[in-house]
T-cell receptor, first 113, second 115 residues
Framework: GAGVSQSPSNKVTEKGKDVELRCDPISGHTALYWYRQRLGQGLEFLIYFQGNSAPDKSGLPSDRFSAERTGESVSTLTIQRTQQEDSAVYLC???????????FGPGTRLLVL | AQSVAQPEDQVNVAEGNPLTVKCTYSVSGNPYLFWYVQYPNRGLQFLLKYITGDNLVKGSYGFEAEFNKSQTSFHLKKPSALVSDSALYFCAVRDGRDSSYKLIFGSGTRLLVRP
């Protein structure tokens, strides 16, 4: 079956611009996660969605970052007024339920000039 | 606090030889442990996980990992390496308490298998 998909695959933007990243989870997966991977580092948790519960936003690095999810489908991660330190790969994952294995998308590589 | 350590930035091994990629962890409750592999310009692919039961876990592509509670380790192993195994490997841990879902990742180990 189809895996997690993300778009765009690459995004180059100028400092100060807003960007929107999209994630389509595996169909039927109720839990969705966003992570950030900086160059040469492991993944940092950003935000978690589970059904209609309030999302866990505890990993968002600043108030410039926000995310939404429509029901149990698409999620968008928005970064406002991008900074150079936002340059990273943003990975989305989904799981069938909260404690099930997380399956990752290919990521969006963001470069802020 | 939960943490994962992958002490080796890179592991080099000749094709056909056994490989080991090391991982140690720290978690308050029972650990749920995972290995993921990342090929260039691709997302993470799930390899295997330990939740409970047999300490030796078998996963995709001939990989296996051994959970050692006393040493708080979960090393990834393969009896005979392939050049195509060359990639970036991540170990991750989750606290096994019911409310936990966050994965904590190590910094990754690059595996290079030479022909």
């Amino acid at each position: 079956g189809a895996g997690v998909s993300q778009s765009p695959s690459n995004k180059v933007t100028e400092k100060g611009k807003d960007v929107e990243l999209r994630c389509d989870p595996i169909s039927g997966h109720t839990a969705l996660y966003w992570y950030r991977q900086r160059l040469g580092q492991g993944l940092e948790f950003l935000i978690y969605f589970q059904g209609n519960s309030a999302p866990d936003k505890s990993g968002l690095p600043s108030d410039r970052f926000s995310a939404e999810r429509t029901g149990e489908s698409v999620s968008t991660l928005t970064i406002q007024r991008t900074q150079q330190e936002d340059s990273a790969v943003y990975l989305c994952a989904s799981s069938r339920a909260t404690q099930e294995t997380q399956y990752f998308g290919p990521g969006t590589r963001l470069l802020v000039l | 606090a939960q943490s994962v350590a992958q002490p080796e930035d890179q592991v080099n091994v000749a094709e056909g030889n056994p490989l080991t990629v090391k991982c140690t962890y720290s978690v308050s409750g029972n650990p749920y442990l995972f290995w993921y592999v990342q090929y260039p310009n691709r997302g993470l692919q799930f390899l295997l996980k330990y939740i409970t039961g047999d300490n030796l876990v078998k996963g995709s592509y001939g990989f296996e990992a051994e959970f050692n509670k006393s040493q708080t380790s979960f090393h990834l192993k393969k009896p005979s390496a392939l050049v195509s195994d060359s990639a970036l490997y991540f170990c991750a841990v989750r606290d096994g308490r019911d409310s936990s879902y966050k994965l904590i990742f190590g910094s990754g180990t690059r595996l290079l298998v030479r022909p």
